[in-house]
């Protein structure tokens, strides 16, 4: 164990911005905090680096207590989503700046700029300046600048999210690489659940200020262990619907359908959820569900159709491969296996996992 939050929160003018969280970061470790814009993502980075105090509860490193510390006196390194380098300086200056204010010898300079940009695929362009470079090369820039000092935690708050398509996807497989050559912790903040997924290791999932759920990302995704988590852990957020279990059956509203995988249910009444891929257009099986809404939008992104549903007032949207040109504002039905269904109570805990999920 490296880093252990131990039940801090954080007020801002009264305020809670981050609820009492407690979380232990393994050395090693790359861990995700993926949540909604406001969630709280940067609030506890902040707590982490000593950039701001808690409200109550303690931090520690490598079981030392480091609340009260400056984060001048950590080995705390974080990257911004603006990502800043110095434009007048080349790129090894860049590198180099943070061990220079440090004071660190000539010698050791040079050869720990050098090694990192090694890490980083920089070594070609160290006399060139952050303009001359590409995007993802200026943030891989930012990131050495981070890296060179030996940090044990490393901060990454949605560092890729002002970059375009293509430069996201080169950095989101170089990370993974950068992090185990490093060995320090990483902790990585995002709104979007297939970055987490791309980046393995552990997720923590925020909504309002809480962590919700915290373990290895398959399982945090497989098993969501509410609703709330669910949701924020997928893209579209998951779509829900009341049903009531009643012997062999499931009812939701005006329609029905056999139980299927979900006959081992107590009769009682449970909120479903499923995922936008999961509809679909035709009937995937014979014991898939039926539902007939309205179609009020549809969204094109080239290979894919999001199409958004009205279904006796809970608003959901599928994800169905392909182009589809379907006529707005008109009745449409979509098709749900029962075994992407996952069941959660009445008060929002998981019940029961869907089927696909629980033999993954």
């Not at 600048?145 to 950095?171: I, Q, W």
């Not at 262990?225 to 939701?252: C, E, H, W, Y």
């Not at 035709?282 to 009205?310: C, K, M, N, Y």
């Not at 006796?312 to 029962?338: A, F, K, N, S, Y």
């Amino acid at each position: 164990m490296a880093l252990e939050l131990q039940g801090v929160s954080k007020l801002v003018g009264g305020e809670v911005h981050i609820h009492p969280t407690t979380l232990s970061l393994d050395r090693g470790t790359m861990n995700v905090l993926l949540g909604p814009t406001l969630s709280g993502k940067t609030s506890l980075m902040r707590l982490m680096a000593g950039l701001d105090r808690p409200a109550e509860g303690r931090i520690l490193w490598e079981g030392r207590d480091v609340t009260g510390m400056r984060v001048q006196d950590r080995r705390v390194a974080m990257v911004y989503q603006q990502f800043v380098n110095y434009p007048s300086m080349t790129v090894y200056e860049n590198i180099a700046s943070p061990l220079r204010l440090s004071r660190v010898p000539k010698a050791d300079i040079d050869k720990r700029v050098r090694a990192t940009a090694d890490m980083m695929r920089l070594t070609p362009m160290l006399q060139r300046k952050p303009l001359e470079l590409s995007g993802g090369q200026q943030q891989r820039c930012a990131l050495a600048r981070a890296l060179v000092k030996g940090a044990g935690l490393v901060l990454l708050d949605e560092p890729l999210a002002n970059l375009d398509y293509k430069l996201r996807e080169e950095l989101r497989v170089e990370i993974p690489r950068i992090f185990e050559a490093s060995g320090a912790i990483f902790v990585y903040a995002t709104t979007e659940p297939e970055e987490a997924l791309l980046l393995g290791g552990n997720t923590a999932t925020l909504w309002e200020g809480r962590v919700t759920q915290f373990g290895p990302t398959p399982q945090v995704y497989r098993q969501p262990v509410d609703a709330t988590t669910a949701r924020v852990f997928s893209d579209p957020p998951m779509n829900f619907l009341p049903i009531t279990k009643a012997g062999g059956q499931i009812r939701f509203g005006a329609g029905g359908a056999p139980a299927g995988p979900l006959a081992g249910l107590p009769d009682g009444r449970y909120l479903a959820g499923f995922r936008a891929n999961h509809l679909g257009l035709r009937q995937p099986a014979p014991d898939a569900w039926r539902f007939d809404g309205r179609l009020t939008v549809t969204e094109l992104t080239g290979s894919e159709t999001f199409i958004h549903l009205d279904h006796q007032g809970e608003r959901w949207v599928g994800l169905i491969h392909g182009i589809h040109d379907l006529p707005l504002d008109r009745p449409l039905t979509v098709w749900l296996e029962p075994r992407h269904v996952y069941v959660f109570g009445e008060d929002g805990r998981l019940v029961t996992p869907a089927a696909y999920a629980a033999a993954a």
